[in-house]
């Protein structure tokens, strides 16, 4: 029972690159997430997919895309990446947004230089 | 938008001590969680109290929850070395049902 998985776990940009961070989830969920989290920042919600095919900004959605694949796959995709996308990144699904509780991958930290 | 603020932002004691920490949120909401994250890990769900519930037990975690205040507290009871980690509130507030999240609070336990 692998959970929520995500690759890769860690990732050097050049500024101007793009890249896909994958997550997969195995636990049937409806609500998929992806967060960063910044020093002194706590979680920020990027996006969110509250059930497949559909998809919302969170807080902090500038610079990123993201596509629900299925019920289990939910990708984010930086465009064009900037340092100021150098974060820890992390996947989270759900059976119930906000209602239940949340289980995370393992994160992806990322540098953009 | 932070809604739960930990108290306190960090926290040191020695193995077999208890250690309490306070999550304050600002608006009405239907449940509060705590998460534990190891040093470069994913974040661990620990217990979910809801709105209508006052205190809740899991192991060796006690949490409580007070609408009236806005406040919840978690005590970790006998601590070990292993509880060494960050301690995170999220809160599931509002018609949207956002889980929103407060800034963490820093706990090592010293053997």
């Known amino acids: 029972n692998a959970g929520v998985t995500q690759t890769p776990k860690f990732q050097v940009l050049k500024t101007g690159q793009s890249m896909t961070l994958q997550c997969a989830q195995d636990?049937?969920?409806?609500?998929m997430y992806w967060y960063r989290q910044d020093p002194g920042m706590g979680l920020r919600l990027i996006y969110y997919s509250a059930s497949e095919g559909t998809t919302d900004k969170g807080e902090v959605p500038n610079g990123y895309n993201v596509s629900r694949l299925n019920k289990r796959e939910f990708s984010l995709r930086l465009e064009s990446a900037a340092p100021s996308q150098t974060s820890v990144y992390f996947c989270a699904s759900s059976t119930d947004r906000g209602l239940s509780e949340a289980f995370f991958g393992q994160g992806t930290r990322l540098t953009v230089v | 938008s932070q809604q739960g603020e930990e108290d306190p932002q960090a926290l040191s004691i020695q193995e077999g001590e208890n250690a309490t920490m306070n999550c304050s949120y600002k608006t009405s909401i239907n449940n509060l969680q705590w998460y534990r994250q190891n040093s470069g890990r994913g974040l661990v769900h620990l217990i979910l109290i809801r709105s209508n519930e006052r205190e809740k037990h899991s192991g060796r975690l006690r949490v409580t929850l007070d609408t009236s205040k806005k406040s919840s507290s978690l005590l970790i009871t006998a601590s070990r070395a292993a509880d060494t980690a960050s301690y995170f509130c999220?809160?599931?507030?509002?018609?949207?049902?956002?889980?929103?999240w407060g800034l963490g609070t820093s706990l090592a336990v010293n053997p």
């Open positions: 636990m049937n969920h409806n609500s």
């Open positions: 999220a809160t599931g507030a509002g018609n949207n049902r956002k889980l929103i």
